[in-house]
């Protein structure tokens, strides 16, 4: 099936229902009261360290990446000193983050990108990002935000369920996903929005036992017991 590039154009011209849209910037606005220091969790000091913890944090909690970044970046702490590191020694830096040998092929290849393509920086584009061995658009939407203030909206296994839990979606594909929100929030609020997501699927609307009795939301979720939202559900 074909598919058109996913931009804010693209994105605007799906023209969601007007009641769809106030509900979305409704729960954007609770969720802003609730969680008012809603940020990135990965620790991180510049752009090159973001992209790799991000990385890292595939099938891992930020909590044991933060534990383990600050050695492999005492020992790496640029993309020169990773596109050349020992491949053994880089596995066993980030054994504990899971999928070891995976993530250290792609920080390998994404450390000799940046070197042989970028002079060794991170590119603050998302066309350029996307180019980087591992590097999908959640990577590049994290890296985009919080290093480069480029808003975008990052479609992890949280936003994923929160969106169609909220009926605010009812598609899987992360890339569909992030184009429905698009069209839902402000361009603006596209990085604290996935930020206070994320922030609320961790504390509260959890993937197996969401805690719906004290949610702060819970008024404008259509899935929630007792819900007196009713919505048609968005179209595929």
Same mark, same amino acid.
């Given at each position: 099936?074909?598919?058109?590039?996913?931009? @804010?154009? #693209?994105?605007?011209?799906?023209?969601?229902?007007?009641?769809?849209?106030?509900?979305?910037?409704? =729960?954007?606005?609770?969720?802003?009261? !609730?969680?008012?220091?809603?940020?990135?969790?990965?620790?991180?000091?510049?752009?090159?360290?973001?992209? !790799?913890?991000? &990385?890292?944090?595939?099938?891992? %909690?930020?909590?044991? @990446?933060?534990?383990? %970044?600050?050695?492999?970046?005492?020992?790496?702490?640029?993309?020169?000193?990773?596109? #050349?590191?020992?491949?053994?020694?880089?596995?066993?830096?980030?054994?504990?983050?899971?999928?070891?040998?995976?993530?250290?092929?792609?920080?390998?290849?994404?450390?000799?990108?940046?070197?042989?393509?970028?002079?060794?920086?991170?590119?603050?584009?998302?066309?350029?990002?996307?180019?980087?061995?591992? @590097?999908?658009?959640?990577?590049?939407?994290?890296?985009?935000?919080?290093?480069?203030? =480029?808003?975008?909206?990052?479609?992890?296994?949280?936003?994923? $369920?929160?969106?169609? $839990?909220?009926?605010?979606? !009812?598609?899987?594909?992360? @890339?569909? &996903?992030?184009?429905?929100?698009?069209?839902? =929030?402000?361009?603006?609020?596209?990085?604290?929005?996935?930020?206070? !997501?994320?922030?609320?699927? $961790?504390?509260?609307?959890?993937? $197996?036992?969401?805690?719906?009795?004290?949610?702060?939301?819970?008024?404008?979720?259509?899935?929630?017991?007792?819900?007196?939202?009713?919505?048609?559900?968005?179209?595929?």
């Amino acid at each position: 099936m074909s598919r058109t590039p996913l931009t @804010v154009a #693209s994105a605007a011209q799906e023209a969601p229902p007007v009641a769809l849209v106030r509900r979305a910037r409704a =729960i954007n606005r609770a969720l802003a009261e !609730v969680y008012p220091d809603a940020h990135c969790e990965l620790d991180h000091r510049d752009p090159f360290e973001l992209l !790799v913890a991000t &990385v890292l944090s595939a099938q891992c %909690t930020d909590v044991r @990446v933060n534990q383990v %970044t600050p050695a492999l970046f005492a020992r790496f702490p640029d993309a020169h000193a990773m596109a #050349s590191a020992d491949r053994d020694e880089l596995e066993a830096l980030i054994r504990p983050t899971g999928f070891y040998r995976a993530k250290a092929e792609s920080l390998l290849g994404l450390s000799r990108d940046l070197v042989e393509r970028f002079g060794g920086e991170v590119p603050g584009r998302q066309r350029d990002l996307v180019t980087l061995r591992g @590097v999908g658009r959640k990577t590049a939407n994290v890296v985009l935000g919080n290093a480069f203030d =480029i808003p975008g909206i990052t479609v992890d296994t949280h936003m994923g $369920r929160l969106a169609r $839990r909220l009926g605010l979606t !009812v598609n899987e594909d992360p @890339v569909v &996903v992030e184009r429905d929100l698009m069209a839902l =929030i402000e361009r603006r609020e596209w990085t604290l929005w996935s930020h206070r !997501v994320i922030f609320h699927g $961790r504390r509260r609307c959890m993937a $197996r036992k969401p805690d719906c009795g004290s949610c702060e939301i819970a008024a404008l979720c259509p899935t929630a017991p007792g819900a007196r939202v009713r919505v048609e559900p968005p179209t595929a």
